[in-house]
């Protein structure tokens, strides 16, 4: 018997376990200031279900009570009513045209960014913004996709440097790849993309034969005019894109779990469509998800669900304001906010991205995300997201300016 080799290649402390084991170690050893520490660190959401959706809930809860409107397992691939809602406002409303069969609804974005390499050949090459969401990376690693780990990355991914320089957007890899993952509005640098950067994408994937892999969790942050929300507004895409997406940061769904993935039926390699490997893969591995979840999921959909979920979009982006207003004020270079929850900071005096979570923990009781824990290119910055409460979020930057004035 051989276990997958793969897993060792990994390492145990993940990110956010890291950063949970340095709060837990300061707290027990300043007890005085345990209740003190805010975090503005992992990307979770704290705001509750909006009341349609939670309404919707408790219709589903009672109808499964009953015999004649109880249901068992839920068709593979989504139930029609979300469906609908989803190719009429997601996608219709932005003038992209879709069909329900290219529709794959599932229990949440980071299980398909992590199954859909079940499709391809562990010898395709891989292409990651560096930073970027870890799961991408980690992914490829257990598939044995990544190759070996060296000083400056995994030894087969090809890492396309999202910084200052390159205006926190990558540029295209001077080498063949076959799969692509964009993330956009970016975790963790907050930067969205415009349609003429993501064009040059598209057809970079359709000359080379890649595959883009758009991951848009957090599309409804974006209020930047003319900033696309799907990759397919982009002529070509429906060829060479499989989208990603989540009612996670959308509707506070990171409890209830439910996303959705589109693979297009125009998309083929080796004369087969991906839509039906897709397919398959997800019958044999996947059950569905509860019906229970998916008439929340149709809630956010409605004109009151629109409206409570766009008002607590509102209440983060107040946040990731004084955040972003805050940190500028004392004079960091910050980056992100505006069609994003997230703030991206450069760390003052060339300061290690450790040593300044550090700081920030030990002077004033304030978590965040070091840059370096998203890829190589994130060392020398940090990361601070608006999903807290408002109250907290004041605070923090208070005490963030109260410092960075004396
Ligand atoms: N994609 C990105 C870029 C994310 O940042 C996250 C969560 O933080 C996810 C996907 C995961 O989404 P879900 O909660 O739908 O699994």
Redesign the pocket.
């Known amino acids: 018997m051989q276990i997958n080799r793969n897993f060792q290649k990994i390492e145990s402390s993940y990110l956010f376990s890291n950063i949970a084991k340095r709060v837990r170690e300061y707290k027990a050893a300043h007890p005085d200031k345990a209740d003190d520490v805010i975090s503005l660190g ?3 959401v704290t705001r509750p279900l909006a009341p349609a959706v939670i309404e919707a809930m408790h219709k589903a809860v009672d109808e499964m009570a009953h015999a004649e409107t109880f249901r068992g397992y839920p068709p593979e691939y989504g139930q029609d009513f979300l469906l609908e809602a989803i190719l009429e406002n997601d996608y219709r409303a932005r003038g992209v045209e879709l069909s329900k069969t290219e529709i794959f609804v ?8 992590g199954n859909i390499g079940d499709i391809f050949s562990t010898d395709n090459v891989v292409a990651v913004c560096d930073p ?2 870890p ?1 991408y990376v980690d992914t490829n690693v257990m598939s044995g996709r990544a190759g070996d780990k060296t000083e400056t990355g995994w030894s087969n991914i090809v890492y396309m440097p999202c910084t200052a320089e390159t205006g926190f957007l990558p540029e295209l890899p001077k080498r063949h790849v076959d799969m692509i993952y964009l ?1 956009f509005p ?3 640098t907050g930067m969205a993309a415009s349609a003429e950067q993501l064009k040059r994408w598209v057809e970079y994937a359709n000359r080379e034969g890649a595959v883009i892999l758009f ?1 848009s ?2 599309e409804a942050f974006i209020t930047t005019p003319g900033v696309p929300h799907s990759i397919y507004e982009i002529e070509g895409a429906k060829t060479c894109a499989i989208e ?6 959308t509707a506070g ?2 409890g209830v ?3 959705y993935t589109v693979v297009p039926h125009d998309l083929k390699k080796d004369g087969v469509e991906l839509n039906a490997m897709w397919a398959r893969r997800q019958a044999t591995k996947f059950n569905g998800v509860s019906y229970i979840t998916q008439r929340a999921a149709e809630a956010c959909y409605s004109p009151a669900g629109k409206r409570q979920i766009r008002e607590t979009i509102d209440y983060y982006r107040k946040n990731a304001k004084t955040i972003y207003e805050g940190l500028k004020d004392c004079g960091f270079t910050v980056y992100g906010a505006v069609d994003s929850p997230y703030v991206w900071l450069k760390t003052p005096d060339g300061m290690g991205s450790w040593d300044f979570f550090d700081l920030l923990l030990q002077n004033m009781q304030v978590v965040g995300t070091p840059g370096e824990g998203f890829g190589p290119s994130g060392e020398g910055y940090f990361r601070l997201t608006a999903f807290g409460s408002a109250e907290n979020t004041e605070k923090a930057v208070a005490r963030i300016r109260a410092y960075f004035a004396k």
């Open positions: 992992i990307g979770d599932s229990d949440g974005a980071k299980s398909d960014c970027v969401y799961v993330c970016n975790n963790p991951d969790a957090y990603l997406r989540s009612f996670s940061k769904f990171t779990r439910c996303g």
